[in-house]
Structures are given as C-alpha cells and as structure tokens.
C-alpha cells in the first residue's frame, strides 16, 4: 500500500511537471521573436499577423505604464485595431479615389509639396554648405551674444512623500495613525535609500525601484537640465552648492523628502562649445544661417523666370465667403494658387493693411510672396526628385493614410441623432435609473409627545444623532416615549404621502417637521436623495448613449463585412503579454 501511495504522489507530481510544461509562455521583450511567434489573423492579399507583430504593436502603446502583464481585454483591443486598420487599408486601395475627395485630396497635395520641398533643401542645398569644425567655431566665436545660457544644472530626483505611504498598501493605517509614527516611518524610508546611495548604489537604479516622484521615476530619477528658480526653495541653495556626480542629504519641503543627485553642471554666460551639445547647437545655428543665404541666391536665380497667370475677375472676392477651389493664380503654368491656399494668409494681409478684405492688388502681391516656395518644388520636379524611390513611397504612404482616414470616418454618420422617440423609449426602459423608485436613504424616531417632538428635532437638527435621543427619552428613565427606527432605502410607497413630499424638498442631513401619525409624531431625517430626472432633464445623456451605441453598432456591420469580405480567420489565441515600463520599452533606460 505504501509502495503505491508513493508511486501515485511521483505520478500527480509529474502530472503537474508535464502540465507546466505545456502551459504557453507569457511573450515578453526578450522571447517576443522565439517563442510562439504563431500566426493570429490571416486575411486575403497574404496578410498574417503573427504574435511578434502584436507584440510590437502592445509595445507601442500606453497600456500598463508602469509594467505588467496585460489583460485579455487590453490584448483583443489593440489586435482589434490593428486588423481594422489593415482591412480599412484594403478597401481603400480597392475602392476609393482620394482625388474625389477635394479637401482631403487639398491637403494632401500640399503635403506632398512640402515633401519635394524638403528633399530638394536637403539634396540640393544642404550638400552644397560644407561645414568644418574651424567654420562652426568661427562663427561661435562671431556670436557668441547668440549662445548664452543660464547657470543650469543636470539633475536627478528621488521623493519620499507622505501622501504615498497614505495611499499605498497600508494605508488604512497610515491615515489613521499618530502624526509622529508617519513622520518616523517617512524618515526612516529616506534614511534608507540614502544609505543605499552611500553604500554605492547607482541613483537611478534607487530612483526606478523607490522615488514617489511618478513622473521623474519612469525616467530612473532623470528631471533633465534645470535653472535657478525653477523649483521651490530649499531646491536652489541645495542643487547649486553641489559639484557634478554628487548626490544631497535628504532634505525636507512642503512635499515631502527629497534627495538629488547633480550629473553635470553648467555656469552662466557663453554655452561651452567644448559640449557636445553645445558644439552641434552651432553647427545647427550655422548650418540656417548658410542655408538662408543660399536659398535667398536660389530664390533670386528662380525669380528671373517666374510668370504668374492671375484670374482678375475673381481677385476682389472675399475668399472666406467663396468657393475653395476657385483659383487665383497659376505659378508658371504649373501649380494653382486657389482660394483654399489665400485664406492662410488673407487674415494676416487685412490686419496688415487694415482692410476688411484684401483687393485684387494685395491679393496678387499674397500670391507673389507664396511664389518662391512653387518655384523651389517646380526646381525639384525638373531634377526628378518626385521620381525617388523614398519620396515615391512617402508619397504613397501619405496619399493611402488619408484615404484611409476617409474610408473609417465613413462606418458611420457624424451627424447622426437619435429621434425624440428613441430617447424616450430608451427613458421609459430605465426608468428606475432617471426616477429611482426608492430615493431617499432615512432614519426616523417617533414621540408620544408634540412638545418633545420639537424639541427633540432641535436637537437631533444641532447634531446629536437620532438613535442618542431615543436612548436618553426611552420609557425606562421618563414617561414619555422615544422610539427610533432605520428605514433604509424608502420611496413613495414606504411613506405617508405629505411625508414623503416634504422629505423630498428638505436638505440632505436636515429633518421634517413633526408630523402626527397613530402611534405618535414622527421625525424623518434625510441621511442621502438619489436626484430624479425628468426625460426633458435626461436628454442630453441618453443622446449620448445611444450615439455611442449607434457607432459601435456600424463599426461592429463594419467590421462583420470587411471580415467575410477578406475572408479573415484567426488560426491561434493571442497568448499572454508582458511588458516593461513605458520608459523602457523602446529606449534603454538612463543611467
């Protein structure tokens, strides 16, 4: 028997072994590309999403700031809005046209200018400038009226609150206990992690694990380059009487217990160009400045060529109150100024000019100082530079986002409203949310006596509690009776009509006036009162429900469709997901 109780406790061990042993792994940052990486959602096209492409995209977002392993919930989410995504990027590619589209076609087209734009500055001009380290610390040397800083210092924080350990896991204790036993506790808790820090403990590592700073702690401490005055005193006199590399004692203001740390220091006047940083703020400062003179030649070079065909007839138009696409003007046979493009700068011409709307004079001088940027686009376009294969593909990119943007904004009517019959179809079935049948939370006692009754609402009215007053006017120590009752949760049908009537116009706290009944007169205090609305007062709220309710409906048709459509399947279960802090998800942390 004895032989077979052991071997029955190796068989249930191992039964457990092998039952761990098939358990999923949780994908964490360092198993997301070998563990698991199994196919989720596959689609037409030769769509896959596999879990390390879901991974990236958890990692991507806000969810579990602080580290964790993220819910079921939080994981179909963002799968959810990952597939929509994609599948909205499909019918847009099969079914829409942006060009029909005006605005959204608009704004892409200036976008896409703005693209040629920048990739001519960058190959055309920027590759012309040469900038040595002679040339940046000439020109250092020129301004340096340009580069003065404050006496700054870089700095790192560690907090120890008290208002943390009375929200924490103890809290029950911590707000409820002596003054002094919290100040000990705090203290204690600070005196702690300096002696880390002492010991030779790295400061962010402490800051990460034990700072009640929140927003410096997702950093390890890290607060950045700070100047005198911006923190409250005693901050000054602590954080600029220290050298670099050191750390404070712990000192004490209305926040709490702090100790920082000073990583680099900066005094006032010219920035060091010995500083990296400082070194590539010139060189950047340079950089514009030879990028100016450049472009200003290029632009005067274009000018030479530049014609512009005006639409006179139109020119005194008012173009807030006109047609967008109306055109104003055409750059060299090439590009169109039209109203859409004047509004970004009619507003600033009237307050120039004092005007009430700009004349066929200023518009074309408007036109005239938008030119230099169609010329530079016109020069980019003449040395192919819409042809790259990267601007090709942003250009695509951006063209299929903003389609996109229309293909999802149409699952559903904006302007949609529900009808005054809907809301009050949707009133009457939640009645008892907008007119609760039981609103008010009371507690009554009742008296033999008229006389005693007032006197006893005064008293209970000055604050002593009811059940107090029945005990000091019970039977046993006079004759006149006090009995007192908690009524709960009461409405209309618990309560004597005028009872009920008056309990619902009285303060919240306050009492009624004695009321006689058959065994006495009755005091009734309002303890709470649920609010009643009537469905005029509920409207503005059930509109919003069932807006709500209505979008979530057509996405849902939408999504229903689209999945048949693309013949979606999900082979696998998303697995289980854990993810770092924010602060090192994608970034090493500092240190």
């Not at 070998?34 to 596959?42: F, M, R």
């Not at 020109?139 to 208002?163: A, C, D, G, K, P």
């Not at 006389?451 to 029945?470: H, K, W, Y």
Request: net charge negative; hydrophobic share 35%.
């Amino acid at each position: 028997m004895r032989t077979y109780r052991i071997a029955s406790s190796l068989v249930s061990i191992s039964l457990i072994f092998m039952a761990l042993a098939c358990k999923p792994p949780v994908i964490t940052s360092e198993n997301y590309q070998k563990q698991g990486d199994k196919p989720l959602v596959t689609a037409d096209k030769g769509y896959v999403l596999k879990t390390s492409d879901l991974f990236e995209a958890l990692q991507a977002s806000d969810l579990v700031p602080y580290g964790g392993t993220l819910s079921d919930e939080d994981v179909k989410m963002v799968l959810d809005s990952v597939l929509m995504d994609t599948l909205a990027g499909f019918v847009t590619d099969d079914d829409l046209d942006l060009s029909e589209y005006y605005h959204e076609y608009w704004n892409y087209r200036m976008r896409s200018k703005d693209l040629l734009l920048h990739t001519y500055v960058n190959r055309e001009i920027y590759s012309q400038i040469l900038l040595d380290s002679q040339s940046v610390r000439d020109y250092y040397n020129e301004n340096t009226h340009l580069f003065q800083i404050e006496e700054q210092v870089e700095l790192y924080h560690i907090l120890v609150s008290h208002r943390w350990f009375k929200a924490g896991k103890d809290s029950a204790f911590y707000r409820h206990c002596d003054p002094q036993i919290l100040d000990d506790t705090v203290r204690a808790y600070v005196d702690d992690l300096y002696q880390r820090l002492k010991n030779g403990e790295e400061f962010p590592s402490v800051a990460y694990a034990y700072s009640h700073d929140k927003l410096s702690q997702r950093e390890a401490g890290y607060v950045g380059w700070v100047t005198r005055g911006t923190y409250i005193d005693p901050f000054d006199s602590v954080a600029f009487a220290m050298e670099p590399e050191t750390f404070s004692e712990p000192y004490q203001d209305r926040d709490g217990w702090h100790i920082v740390y000073i990583k680099d220091r900066i005094e006032g006047g010219p920035a060091p160009l010995d500083r990296p940083e400082t070194y590539e703020i010139v060189r950047e400062a340079l950089l514009m400045s030879e990028t100016r003179d450049f472009s200003r030649r290029l632009i005067d070079s274009l000018r030479q060529g530049l014609v512009i065909e005006y639409n006179e007839p139109v020119l005194n138009l008012d173009v807030f109150y006109s047609e967008d696409s109306i055109w104003a003007g055409i750059i060299n046979e090439q590009d169109t100024i039209d109203f859409k493009l004047l509004r970004t700068m009619e507003m600033s011409y009237r307050r120039r000019y004092g005007v009430k709307n700009t004349n066929d004079s200023l518009k074309m001088q408007m036109m005239r100082e938008m030119a230099p940027r169609f010329l530079v686009i016109q020069e980019a376009r003449k040395l192919r530079l819409d042809t790259l294969p990267e601007v090709q593909q942003e250009m695509y990119r951006m063209r299929h986002e903003a389609a996109k943007a229309i293909t999802l904004g149409a699952r559903f009517d904006n302007h949609w409203r529900p009808t005054d019959s809907a809301v009050e179809e949707y009133y009457n079935a939640h009645i008892n949310e907008y007119v609760p049948p039981q609103p008010l939370l009371a507690e009554q006692i009742v008296v033999e006596d008229s006389l005693l009754a007032i006197f006893v609402r005064d008293q209970a009215m000055s604050g002593v509690p009811l059940p107090e007053l029945a005990g000091k006017y019970r039977p046993a120590e006079t004759e006149l009776k006090a009995k007192y009752k908690y009524l709960g949760r009461v409405g209309a049908t618990e309560l004597d009509s005028a009872v009920y009537r008056e309990a619902m116009l009285v303060p919240v706290g306050s009492l009624i006036e004695p009321r006689r009944t058959e065994n006495g007169f009755l005091i009734l205090k309002v303890l709470e009162r649920q609010q009643q609305f009537s469905v005029v007062q509920a409207r503005g709220k059930i509109m919003s429900i069932l807006k709500a309710q209505y979008e979530r409906d057509a996405v849902d048709q939408f999504t229903r469709r689209l999945i048949q459509r693309y013949h979606v399947t999900f082979p696998n279960q998303p697995p289980k997901f854990h993810l770092k802090p924010i602060s090192l998800r994608s970034v090493p942390a500092r240190s």
